[in-house]
C-alpha cells in the first residue's frame, strides 16, 4: 500500500465538527451538499434524543434508522449468534436524486486520516462465517475478486460493506463522506485526496461501478 504523508492530528471529531456547520452554517452545508452529489435537497433525520449542541443530528449505529422491513429483518438474520459490525453514523438523512425521489443518506465526517487507513494484511484474518458473507457479498456488489484481502476492523471498509448491503436489500441509499481540512493544523485536501487513492487501490475498488457512483465525497474546512 502507498506511504500516505502524516498530518497533525485535530483535537475536534468530525462529528463535533459538523454539528458545528449544522447550527452555524446550515444553509451553507446543505448547498455543498447537494453539489457534490448532484442532489436537489437534503433533510436531516431528528434523533429521538437530540443533541444539545446540534438538536438535528447525532450519531446512529448500525442501521437503527431503519423501519422495521425486508432489509433490517436480513441484516437481524445474518448476524444471529455473531456479533454485527460496530457501525456509527455521524448523521443520517434523506437526499433527493435527480426524479427517482428521496434516497437515505449516511454521513461519515472524519477530521483524522487514521479512520481512511486500509491496512491490508497477507492473509485473512480469522472471520466469522457471518463477516466472512458480509465482506464477500460487499466485494461482489462492487466487482472486487473475492481474494482481495479487505481487513474487517477497518471502519471504512466496514461503510462500504454496509452500502453493499443495503442495496442488495433493495434499499435506495448513498454514502457521504465529509473529510474536514485545515492546512494549519490537520490534514490537508492533498492529504485526505491521498488517503482516499491508496484505500481504493489496496481495496481494488475501481470508479466504474455502479455502486461506487452511490458513494460520495466532500471537503469542508475546519471552523
Not at 423501519?67 to 455473531?82: D, F, H, I, Q, T
Not at 437526499?95 to 465526517?109: E, F, H, K
Request: aromatic fraction near 8%; charged fraction near 20%.
Amino acid at each position: 500500500m502507498p506511504t500516505v504523508k502524516t498530518a497533525k492530528r485535530p483535537t475536534v471529531t468530525g462529528h463535533e465538527m459538523l454539528c458545528r456547520y449544522v447550527t452555524d452554517k446550515p444553509r451553507q452545508l446543505k448547498t455543498k451538499i447537494c453539489k457534490a452529489m448532484n442532489a436537489g435537497g437534503v433533510v436531516w433525520r431528528h434523533a429521538s434524543k437530540p443533541n444539545i449542541d446540534s438538536p438535528e443530528i447525532c450519531t446512529w449505529d448500525g442501521l437503527s434508522f431503519l423501519g422495521n422491513g425486508k432489509a433490517k429483518s436480513a441484516w437481524e438474520m445474518l448476524w444471529k449468534g455473531s456479533n454485527a459490525p460496530a457501525l456509527r453514523w455521524d448523521a443520517i438523512g434523506r437526499v433527493q436524486i435527480g426524479n427517482v425521489g428521496w434516497n437515505w443518506l449516511l454521513v461519515s465526517a472524519m477530521t483524522h486520516l487514521d479512520l481512511m487507513s486500509v491496512a491490508t494484511p497477507k492473509r485473512q484474518s480469522n472471520l466469522t462465517p457471518a463477516m466472512a458473507t458480509y465482506l464477500s457479498d460487499a466485494k461482489r456488489k462492487y466487482k472486487v475478486d473475492d481474494n482481495v484481502i479487505w481487513p474487517a476492523k477497518s471502519s471504512y471498509v466496514q461503510q462500504l460493506a454496509a452500502l453493499a448491503f443495503l442495496r442488495n436489500h433493495g434499499v435506495c441509499v448513498e454514502l457521504l463522506n465529509i473529510y474536514m481540512f485545515d492546512a494549519d493544523n490537520g490534514p490537508s485536501k492533498h492529504d485526505w485526496q491521498s488517503a482516499i487513492d491508496s484505500s481504493h487501490q489496496a481495496l481494488a475498488i475501481s470508479d466504474y461501478t455502479a455502486l461506487r457512483r452511490r458513494m460520495h465525497q466532500l471537503f469542508l474546512p475546519v471552523i
